[in-house]
């Protein structure tokens, strides 16, 4: 996408905010809500916006985990690493993917397809393992449901239906991290 759409996308949806200081983490959901992540100008529209310093803005948004500061796939399969998923396999699932779809956690593919990450606690741990492909959850996984289900993403290009009948839950990732470098690389 080229800098010029993506301002436009930007400062279309900075219309929605006033430019207060306590909307910087709204304003940060919106973008990368509608960008997948946080391109380089965002920030500097955000900055321009609310006439916070770049850097302090970057300082908020590298402390919580839920951001990105690089492009994802279109199909992102967040594995969950929290206790209840660790003690019923997980880290198998997780081997089993980064095979599968040929990235290590945190990578993209190539062919920006598949982003694969991991997270602490989804809040599932009912229905532990768990993932999260884009906003569903899976549940009571194996490492042979997770392989399918990654060829099966594959090969439609589609989301295929949920394995299990609970409603697909949305969720919100708003885990505090640690202070993260942001990608973006030195100028
Ligand atoms: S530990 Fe995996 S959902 Fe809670």
């Known amino acids: 996408m080229s800098a010029s759409k993506t301002t436009a996308i930007i ?5 929605d905010f006033s430019p207060e200081r306590s909307n910087i983490i709204p304003i940060l959901q919106a973008v990368q809500g509608r960008m997948g992540y946080l391109p380089r100008e965002a920030i500097e529209r955000i900055s321009d916006y609310t006439k916070i310093p770049e ?3 970057l300082g908020v948004a590298s402390f919580y985990a839920q951001f ?14 929290g206790t209840a998923c660790h003690v019923r396999g997980s880290a198998r699932i997780l081997r089993e993917l980064e095979k599968e779809i040929g990235v290590k956690s945190g990578e993209t ?15 599932s741990c009912a229905l532990a393992p768990v993932m999260v492909i884009d906003k569903t959850v899976y549940g009571s996984l194996t490492t042979t449901k997770a392989k399918a289900l990654a060829n099966s993403f594959r090969k439609k290009g589609k989301k295929p239906k949920p394995p299990q009948k609970t409603k697909p839950k949305k969720i919100i990732l708003n885990l505090p991290g640690r202070v993260r470098g942001t990608d973006y690389g030195t100028d």
């Open 11 to 15: 400062d279309k949806l900075l219309c």
């Open 55 to 57: 850097a302090e803005i």
């Open 68 to 81: 990105r500061f690089k492009p994802v796939g279109k199909h992102i399969f967040t594995v969950c690493r």
């Open 109 to 123: 593919t190539d062919d920006m397809l598949f982003s694969l990450e991991t997270v602490a606690c989804l809040g």
